[in-house]
């Protein structure tokens, strides 16, 4: 039994009930709840005077916090987990969310990253915040590997796929590349590439550069070891982490959290975090709920993240789908909306046969 378990069962029913109460007064407006309130609200009839004493008892748990002088309380982010672990009502995913949903499945293009595009934006209308999609990587061998010069700071990378699928990948390469070291990368790449997948080249790449380390001038081996693990197509088909809503969060944020919420998206627009926010899905099955700074993938955000895993026809987790908000979300709307999301994606693309 964690900490918060052990204080929830020690808690009577009164001092269960405040805090649910102030909790939920909290995710519904954000607000302070304060003892007047609490009382035209309570099951028993009790004065503001007793609540006030109550909430105090919250307080030095360490469950409740008081924003500013006056007698109305917020959680503390142990509180929200307390809440969300313990107490917390799940509803069932409303008809007009289900709908909305569904029709984000209904073309029939072979394109996968359209498809996510629009799960992703239904997602931020339906939940008004921002939502993240995890795309599947593309597992078929590779064919042929190439690397372009764009600029000083730019390169792009394209990868001929065996069935006929051409990736273009826009990626920051080292200080100091030149034609001659990205050739040099790409015809090392292309000597291991053939016939294996992009996850099968990176396991056998590390292994090939151990043993001919040496071999490599020291700027080629820098453009193999990170040329084709970044990630930057904002808009393309091929993107594979897509951000959609991100003025849902800025729009409705206080001044103060503005430079927190851009660090947050400057964070995003380097994809700096993709393999963290698979794995955030990959430890468990089902929804994941991350408060403020559990969430390790944007900690200083002071931001909830809602993110479930998607698989497979053969249950391998491929991608996930998740929703970034306040801290005060309504976790009990957004978790079934996630769950139902990341089901459909992953039966759909199940049924297309990728993944």
Known sequence: MNDGSRILAEMNDRSREVFRRVVEG???????????T?????????????????????????????????????????????????????????????????????????????????????????TRGASLVLAPKHEAPIRHIEFVSLAADRALVVLVFADGHVENRVFRP??????????????????????????????????????RRQELDGLAREMVESGIALWENEGLPYERLIVRGRSNLVGAAEA?????????????????DIADFLELAETGDGVRIFIGSENKLFSLSGSSLVV??????????IGAVGVIGPTRLNYGRIVPIVDYTAQLVGRLLSDRGKG
């Open 26 to 36: 909290y995710l519904d407006n954000g607000e302070p709840v304060g003892s007047r």
């Open 38 to 126: 609490l009382t035209r609200s309570m099951s028993e009839k009790v004065s503001a005077a007793t609540i006030r004493n109550v909430m105090q008892d919250l307080e030095y748990l360490g469950l409740l916090d008081s924003p500013h002088i006056s007698a109305g309380r917020i959680p503390t982010q142990l509180g929200l987990r307390m809440f969300v672990d313990g107490l917390m009502e799940v509803s069932t995913v409303s008809a007009a969310d289900r709908e909305r949903i569904d029709a984000t499945m209904g073309g029939n293009e072979p394109d996968v990253g359209s498809l996510l595009d629009r799960v992703g934006s239904a997602l931020s209308g339906i």
């Open 174 to 211: 080292p200080a100091g590349q030149t034609p001659s070291s990205l050739r040099e990368a790409a015809n090392f790449l292309n000597a291991l590439a053939e016939g294996r997948t992009l996850s099968e080249l990176r396991t056998h790449m590390g292994r090939e550069i151990a043993l």
């Open 256 to 272: 103060e959290e503005l430079d927190r919420i851009r660090s947050l998206f400057d964070d995003l627009e380097r994809k700096r």
């Open 308 to 317: 479930s895993p998607y698989m497979n026809a053969d249950r391998k987790i």
